[in-house]
């Protein structure tokens, strides 16, 4: 049984920073493709960023690009995001999400293609 547990949210103000972590539990962290995703009232569950299983490829919704950085640490079974530069529009639940992909460097985009996912945190970027 996987459990991711996301945390890291808050307020903030608007151009100031937040880190998101997921620590993971239950199987072998590197055998697992992760992302974040982002939800609001007004929209479903959105593409934030991915990372493939060992992190070396990382893809990034054009919203966030050169704002956000997504990383992990596999000795940890940790997943980071570092939200820089923060907008009003950023504000949403931020839920992170695995996949297994045993041996592929493999970066996956779509809410369809996660397994597991974590209870989300809550962001809010006031302006």
């Known amino acids: 049984q996987v459990i991711l547990d996301d945390s890291g949210g808050g307020l903030v103000q608007a151009g100031g920073s937040l880190r998101l972590s997921c620590t993971f539990s239950?199987?072998?962290?590197?055998?697992?493709?992760m992302a974040w995703f982002r939800r609001t009232p007004r929209k479903a569950r959105e593409f934030v960023a991915a990372?493939?299983?060992?992190?070396?490829?990382?893809s990034y919704a054009d919203s966030v690009k050169g704002r956000f950085n997504l990383s992990r640490d596999n000795a940890k079974y940790t997943l980071y995001l570092q939200m820089n530069s923060l907008k009003p529009e950023d504000t949403a639940v931020y839920y992170c999400?695995?996949?297994?992909?045993?041996?592929?460097?493999?970066?996956?985009?779509?809410?369809?293609?996660?397994?597991?996912w974590g209870q989300g945190t809550q962001v809010t970027v006031s302006s």
């Open positions: 990372i493939s299983r060992s992190g070396t490829d990382t």
């Open positions: 999400a695995a996949r297994v992909i045993a041996l592929e460097e493999v970066i996956f985009e779509r809410t369809t293609d996660y397994d597991f």
């Open positions: 239950g199987r072998a962290f590197s055998t697992f493709a």
